[in-house]
C-alpha cells in the first residue's frame, strides 16, 4: 500500500476584481470587432470581389470572430480593468500616517 500524503491546499490568490458592467464589456466587444471586420474586408476584397455577399461575409467573420474572441476582446477588457483599478486607487482614501 502506497504511503498516505497529505492533500496540497490550493495557492493562495489574488482576490477576483469585480466584474466589468455589461457596457463596457458591450463596447469594448464592438471595439475590437469593428476594426477587424473592416481591416479584412479591404484585405479579403479583392479576393473575394467575384463572391456572392453572403459568402464573402461569411468568410470574414470566420475569420474575425476566433481572432476576435481569443485575443482583440481580452485584450481591451485587460485594458479596461486595469484603467478602472488605476483610477478607483487614486480615488480611494488613504489612512493617516
Do not use: D, N, Y
Not at 479584412?40 to 453572403?54: D, I, K, N, S, Y
Amino acid at each position: 500500500m502506497p504511503p498516505q500524503t497529505a492533500p496540497r491546499s490550493a495557492p493562495p490568490s489574488r482576490p477576483m476584481p469585480p466584474p466589468l458592467p455589461a457596457t463596457l464589456r458591450i463596447l469594448a466587444t464592438w471595439a475590437a470587432i469593428l476594426p477587424l471586420a473592416l481591416g479584412a474586408r479591404a484585405l479579403l476584397g479583392p479576393l473575394v470581389a467575384a463572391w456572392p455577399e453572403p459568402l464573402a461575409l461569411a468568410l470574414t467573420i470566420t475569420l474575425v470572430v476566433p481572432v476576435a474572441v481569443l485575443w482583440a476582446v481580452p485584450f481591451l477588457l485587460r485594458g479596461i480593468a486595469a484603467l478602472r483599478a488605476r483610477t478607483s486607487a487614486k480615488r480611494a482614501p488613504r489612512g493617516v500616517a
